[in-house]
């Protein structure tokens, strides 16, 4: 009997080359919320640090953060492509930025999400994120948004 074993994730920082599947994921991930989800996340990429999550040759997700000062880190983008959600690869970007804030001597992570996008609220409600505050209408003008903060030193 032949066992084929799953490919290892892989999460490293973005290279050039990784923008073109940035572009893609955020056109399928953030669509609904943004009309230009490719030139937000490419703005997003300029600010910020970004890691790219590989399963095997495939990237399959991206998380973006940056300084905002006083111990606090923005996390500004997780996403996952679809063909590849429900294998803790989100948990996994997570985790792997909580880290690395916690490496850098930050104490803190912060987010907004869409209350509609319950998967992403659910995980980050799992991963011990508190909701701060709503926030009505905070994309498009008409989705509705919520605040959530993390202590993670």
Not at 23 to 31: G, M, S, T, V, Y
Not at 44 to 65: E, F, K, N, S, Y
């Amino acid at each position: 009997m032949r066992v084929i074993t799953p490919p290892v994730l892989e999460i490293r920082k973005r290279r050039s080359s990784d923008d073109p599947f940035i572009a893609r994921l955020a056109r399928q991930a953030f669509a609904e919320y943004d009309p230009e989800p490719a030139l937000t996340m490419q703005r997003l990429v300029q600010r910020g640090v970004t890691w790219v999550a590989w399963r095997g040759a495939a990237p399959v997700g991206v998380a973006i953060a940056h300084p905002l000062g006083q111990g606090s880190v923005e996390l500004c983008a997780i996403a996952v492509a679809e063909d590849a959600r429900g294998l803790g690869i989100g948990r996994a970007l997570l985790a792997h930025v909580e880290r690395a804030v916690v490496d850098s001597g930050d104490v803190e992570i912060r987010l907004h999400t869409a209350q509609s996008n319950l998967a992403a609220f659910e995980l980050f409600l799992k991963c011990g994120f508190r909701v701060e505050r709503r926030l009505p209408r905070f994309y498009r003008g008409m989705y509705d948004a919520c605040a959530l903060c993390k202590r993670v030193a």
